[in-house]
């Protein structure tokens, strides 16, 4: 069955609502990035650029490194414009934009989508200036409150305790990245369990004029651990995208991994001098490894 013009939005030159991208601006390897001015500091490696395009806070550009055919696209921050940008990608390449109807299992393509963002260390021994790759994320947004995803064992036990912990009203949820992504992509870097919150204040602790709910959530977040056959799960870092890519990449069968500079250190209290430095040389390793 077509799918309405209500539910896939297409503007008037076929491409889709948000991104402003057409299929063909789609290469198979895709690298994000959340500030829209970092999308030049990933193509300015590039050997030639042959599309730039924007909409709103997504920028994309397409182009060539090293005779590989790659696209940068930036997000703006937190899950809800990951809901945008995982469901028009997917659009993009498995919904066929003449019959409006979604492509055979046969024809589906899976894309490989790369996350080089900024985040916050929450343990003393992750330095600022440290690159770190995802392997769980736990989402503390809404996000998949709308969506039936199935989580392991694993996943809904440390969900469910974190949920204890934090004294929620709804449980987070807990997604494992890809794993062959993480080995390609995140060799060298201390691999951690990455926590998305719905925020950058409030959600992390940040105390500036308001009050927290829970004055000790920096502790509970660091002192979190869940025992199982797996070894010991601690959260290593936050930051305000990674569950939500992980959560809808497992749904709609794309591998995704995040890539995290760390620029900050909850518990040394430091803020990176150098975090331009720090997303630079991850922007530069990650290249080289795609
Ligand atoms: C907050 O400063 C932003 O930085 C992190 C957070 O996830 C949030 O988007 O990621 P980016 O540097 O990729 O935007
Ligand atoms: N991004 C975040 O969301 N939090 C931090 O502490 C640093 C970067």
């Known amino acids: 069955m077509a799918i309405p013009d209500s539910e896939l939005i297409l503007n008037k030159d076929g491409s889709i609502y948000h991104l402003n991208l057409l299929p063909d601006h789609i290469s198979d390897t895709i690298i994000t990035v959340g500030d829209p001015d970092r999308v030049p500091s990933v193509s300015q490696h590039f050997d030639s650029i042959e599309t730039v395009i924007q909409k709103r806070e997504f920028v994309t550009h397409v182009g060539y490194y090293r005779g590989k055919r790659l696209t940068v696209i930036s997000t703006g921050m937190g899950t809800d414009n990951i809901d945008i940008l995982l469901n028009e990608l997917d659009a993009l390449v498995n919904i066929d934009f003449v019959t409006r109807e979604p492509r055979s299992l046969e024809e589906r393509i899976n894309l490989r989508i790369i996350r080089v963002g900024t985040s916050g260390a929450l343990q003393a021994d992750i330095p600022v200036g440290s690159h770190l790759v995802t392997e769980h994320a736990v989402g503390l947004d809404s996000l998949m409150q709308f969506y039936p995803l ?11 305790e974190i949920q204890q912990s934090l004294q929620l009203d709804y449980r987070p949820y807990c997604v494992r990245g890809s ?13 951690g369990n990455t926590l998305t919150c719905p925020g950058f204040y409030g959600p992390q602790g940040r105390v500036l004029r308001l ?6 959530l920096i502790q509970q977040f660091q002192q979190f651990r869940h025992q199982s056959a797996e070894g010991e799960f601690r959260l290593t870092n ?3 995208e990674t569950a939500g890519y992980y959560a809808l990449g497992r749904m709609l069968g794309h591998e995704v991994v995040s890539l995290n500079a760390i620029v900050a250190n909850r ?3 430091e803020f990176a001098t150098n975090s331009e430095a720090v997303i630079n040389d991850l922007i530069a390793k990650t290249l080289a490894r795609v």
């Open 150 to 160: 199935v989580e392991t064992g694993l996943e809904v036990e440390v969900a469910r």
């Open 179 to 191: 794993d062959l992504l993480r080995e390609q992509l995140g060799a060298g870097m201390i691999a």
């Open 211 to 216: 009050d927290l709910r829970l004055p000790t």
């Open 238 to 240: 936050f930051e305000m």
């Open 267 to 269: 518990a040394s209290g």
